[in-house]
């Protein structure tokens, strides 16, 4: 099988295209990426032997059009992907989430080739924190961000053509992921590589929100679970029953580390601050048999501590100027 994948060399498309290689040694692999500011051609490294690696971007109509109609499937991680960067600057999230999922859809409903679509469950908008229910495949979409609403825009296209056009489509909302390779943006390296340097960890506001976390492990094999036997045309959620708040999260991480569980700042929270995410997998599980295996979230937060511990020429190189960013939105 001819895999293309888009945006393999951000986080949970580097850990896909690793477990791709690692147990489906049948598939050929080439990534398309345009190394933006988030992609890194070195989470890559090990598996560069066994993959083609085009560096270009998704929304370049002729040269997705030549890749997708040599490839057998497409699996579109490829985006802007943090909320942060979305309320200084929308553009980039407009122009990749929207038009770049356009220009790949054209691409596949053209050349009749299979697609699998990423997105997050932020597209279904926040909970209350005491709300029983939980996200599911029927949840209306209500996003918050300029992020979430052009993910949100980005599955309507695929929904649109799989419908009007017979696209060969699914359609992925998974909650937030955690593991290696993630960037030092996003709150759980930030606050690892901040412990690792020393500087006390940065919490928005008071820190009740509640995300739903799932090991990026999970997210891939849960990904390839509906790729082999999921419905076309339908939406399939993936989370672990992983709800924990991120006040908690700092406290686990100052006690895998030793410190005192009152060693971080409050800065300013994000506007629009979505209070609390969780996710009804029950589809996923019951029709398609996939459970997750990273249940124990303290063990699977101590091994992402120990590999950026271990991995520190992988993220030093671009701590420095995030935490630049934050400084200027008083969140550092
Ligand atoms: P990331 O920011 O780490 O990686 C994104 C990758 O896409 C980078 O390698 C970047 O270079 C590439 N890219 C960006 N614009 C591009 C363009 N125009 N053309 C080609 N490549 C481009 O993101 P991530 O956290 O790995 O997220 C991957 C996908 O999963 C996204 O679609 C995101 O919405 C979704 N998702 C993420 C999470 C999460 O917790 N991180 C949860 C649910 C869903
Ligand atoms: O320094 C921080 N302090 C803090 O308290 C940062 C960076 C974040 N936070 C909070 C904000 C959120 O409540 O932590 C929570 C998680 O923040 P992010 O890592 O920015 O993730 P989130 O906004 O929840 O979105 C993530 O999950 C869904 C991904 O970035 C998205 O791409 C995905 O769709």
Not at 30 to 37: F, G, M, N, R, S
Not at 305 to 317: F, G, I, L, M, Q
Request: glycine share 8%; aromatic share 10%.
């Amino acid at each position: 099988m001819r895999l293309l994948v888009t945006g393999g060399a951000g986080f949970i498309g580097s850990n896909f295209v690793h477990q791709t290689v690692r147990e489906r040694p049948d598939v050929q692999v080439t990534v398309l990426d345009a190394l933006t500011y988030a992609g890194d051609k070195s989470s890559l490294a090990s598996v560069a032997d066994t993959i083609t690696f085009v560096e270009g971007d998704i929304a370049d109509a002729a040269l997705v059009d030549g890749l997708v109609a040599a490839a057998d499937l497409v699996v579109h991680f490829a985006a802007e992907s943090h909320n942060d960067n979305s309320l200084d600057d929308p553009w980039p999230f407009v122009q990749t989430n929207v038009i770049g999922t356009f220009t790949l859809l054209e691409a596949v409903r053209r050349h009749g080739v299979r697609y699998h679509h990423i997105s997050t469950d932020e597209v279904y908008g926040d909970l209350e924190l005491d709300d029983p229910e939980r996200f599911t495949e029927n949840t209306p979409y209500n996003p918050s961000s300029p992020y979430s609403s052009t993910k949100a825009s980005s599955d309507m296209l695929v929904r649109a053509w799989a419908r009007s056009f017979g696209v060969q489509a699914t359609i992925s909302n998974c909650s937030n992921n955690y593991g290696p390779y993630q960037h030092v943006e996003k709150f759980i390296p930030r606050q690892i590589t901040n412990l690792i340097d020393g500087v006390r960890p940065k919490l928005y506001g008071a820190g009740l929100n509640v995300r739903d976390w799932i090991h990026v492990e999970d997210h891939n094999s849960a990904v390839w679970a509906i790729i082999d036997g999921g419905r076309i045309g339908q939406t399939y959620l993936i989370g672990a029953d992983g709800e924990v708040n991120n006040l908690d999260v700092v406290r686990t991480l100052l006690e895998i580390f030793g410190r005192p569980a009152d060693d971080f700042d409050h800065v300013n929270d994000r506007p629009g601050h979505d209070l609390r995410y969780a996710i009804d997998s029950s589809l996923l599980r019951t029709e398609l048999g996939w459970t997750p295996r990273y249940t124990d979230f303290r063990a699977g937060l101590e091994a992402t501590v120990t590999w950026y511990r271990e991995n520190e020429a992988w993220w030093r190189p671009v701590k420095a100027a995030t935490e630049a960013k934050y400084e200027l939105s008083g969140q550092a």
